[in-house]
């Protein structure tokens, strides 16, 4: 379909491209758009019927809007953003250049721009940031067949009309009723009677990742929120949260690789600010690393008389690393599902540290095999006079690295969530750079204490 459709336009076959585009999924057309040479951008967007070219408007990103609002006329612009949610407009004026979204406000009324600047003024990541201030409201002494004169009135111009919320006259959230609850009972009965009062909902300022959390435990399609005093201001919808999911879930990948989470996609972001965004952490990290040169230069002595011992500092500092990084992923997985809290922390450290011995053990007892077999009978790397207290040094540091490896990786995510910190950022590199230090730290004290030197 997509080689058809640019071979369409190729031909500037408009008539039968109206057609074809009309009969797409919005989404899909968005995808198109992005073959699409930008002189051309415009010129298609116009065939577009009103609605589905408002639909597209909103799949595409955020440069080719800009250029498509760089290249309409007032009227177009105006007919447009009409068509827009209100959280859809916010969303794309909160990412355009100030003269862009300057131009954009112009072409709105007085109360849909004193909405508009309302919701921005929202911080950034809470739930007033995401709503939409379009939804149904119903009164508690309406009846169901009046319910139903109100969304048919209003229902064009909100968003979802599955959930009416029920308020009083001064807009307190009192409950919610579906439209299932309205098809399913009289045309008489109040809706007082048949209204949810056990209202899941968010407030204004709450992150909004908590936010999606309640849309994952609760499995609703759309969630009322309210301001200090009760009263509902706005709705955040579910494809709204999936956005956040994904955002958050791209943002905590990101910190988890060491990189600065950027709002662009790969292909979009530029090399220099691929660059910036990459070259904080690897200096930190770097110059991290200086302290495992250092544990290694303070047992150089050592270390040259029994050479053999330097074969498995790769091994030991790799298992540390490895160890660690599961421990802290696991951890911080589950802060961002809120299966964990600071005060579980204890509960946590013990679970690790049963889960570490058990691990520590095996892998020691493998690692004893595989030295045996291996290095001392099949490739005679070891010193027979000392093979046997170096195998015991490898593996009893192995126990003791992958001990101290999970501990950390579990405890430094909590702590960082208890300081108001993103837990992301205590994954891998981080994690790995502590760890390499400690594990030479373990594997030079065992090796001074059982060799005596």
Same mark, same amino acid.
């Given at each position: 379909m997509e080689e058809k459709i640019l071979e369409l336009i190729a031909n500037?076959?408009?008539? #039968? %491209?109206?057609k074809q585009l009309s009969e797409m999924n919005p989404a899909d057309i968005a995808v198109i758009f992005e073959e699409i040479p930008e002189k051309e951008l415009a010129v298609i967007f116009r065939i577009l019927p009103k609605e589905l070219a408002a639909e597209v408007f909103v799949e595409i990103d955020s440069d080719m809007q800009q250029l498509l609002i760089e290249a309409f006329s007032d009227k177009e612009l105006r007919?447009?953003?009409? #068509? %827009?949610?209100?959280?859809?407009?916010v969303d794309i004026i909160d990412e355009m250049p100030a003269s862009v979204a300057k131009r954009i406000l112009k072409q709105t009324d007085a109360a849909t721009r004193k909405m508009i600047n309302h919701l921005l003024a929202y911080p950034d990541e809470c739930a007033g940031s995401i709503m939409t201030t379009e939804y149904i409201d119903l009164k508690k002494d309406m009846t169901v067949d009046e319910a139903f004169d109100r969304i048919r009135k209003i229902g064009f111009d909100t968003e979802t009309i599955y959930n009416c919320y029920v308020t009083d006259r001064s807009r307190h959230l009192l409950g919610i009723v579906t439209v299932k609850d309205l098809l399913l009972n009289k045309k008489d009965c109040i809706i007082n009677d048949i209204m949810e009062e056990n209202i899941i909902y968010a407030n204004t300022l709450d992150d909004q990742e908590e936010v999606v959390g309640l849309f994952e435990k609760y499995d609703v399609l759309a969630l009322p929120v309210v301001d200090k005093e009760n009263r509902l201001v706005g709705i955040i919808t579910v494809d709204d949260a999936i956005d956040v999911m994904q955002e958050e879930a791209s943002e905590d990948i990101e910190k988890m690789a060491a990189i600065l989470p950027s709002e662009k996609t790969y292909l979009k972001t530029g090399v220099f600010e691929t660059f910036k965004a990459r070259i904080p952490w690897l200096?930190?990290?770097m110059i991290s690393a200086t302290?495992?040169?250092?544990?290694?230069?303070?047992?150089?002595d050592k270390?040259?008389?029994f050479a053999a011992l330097i074969a498995f500092i790769p091994m030991l500092m790799g298992t540390g690393g490895n160890s660690g990084s599961q421990s802290s992923v696991t951890v911080i997985r589950a802060l961002s599902l809120g299966d964990?809290?600071?005060?579980?922390?204890?509960?946590?450290?013990?679970?690790?540290?049963?889960?570490?011995?058990?691990?520590?053990?095996?892998?020691?007892a493998v690692n004893f095999i595989k030295i045996y077999l291996i290095d001392y009978l099949l490739l005679n790397n070891l010193d027979k006079s000392v093979a046997l207290p170096e195998m015991i040094i490898v593996c009893l540091t192995l126990v003791l690295v992958v001990i101290v490896a999970k501990l950390v990786g579990c405890i430094l995510p909590i702590l960082a969530k208890r300081i108001n910190l993103d837990p992301a950022v205590m994954a891998s590199p981080l994690v790995t750079t502590i760890l390499d230090a400690f594990s030479l730290m373990i594997y030079f004290g065992i090796a001074s204490v059982v060799l005596g030197v």
């Open positions: 500037k076959q408009y008539g #039968e %491209l109206r007919e447009v953003m009409d #068509e %827009l949610f209100m959280d859809d407009t200096l930190f990290l302290f495992t040169g250092a544990v290694i230069s303070g047992y150089e270390l040259t008389q964990i809290e600071f005060e579980d922390i204890w509960r946590v450290i013990w679970k690790e540290l049963r889960v570490s011995l058990v691990s520590g053990i095996v892998l020691g």
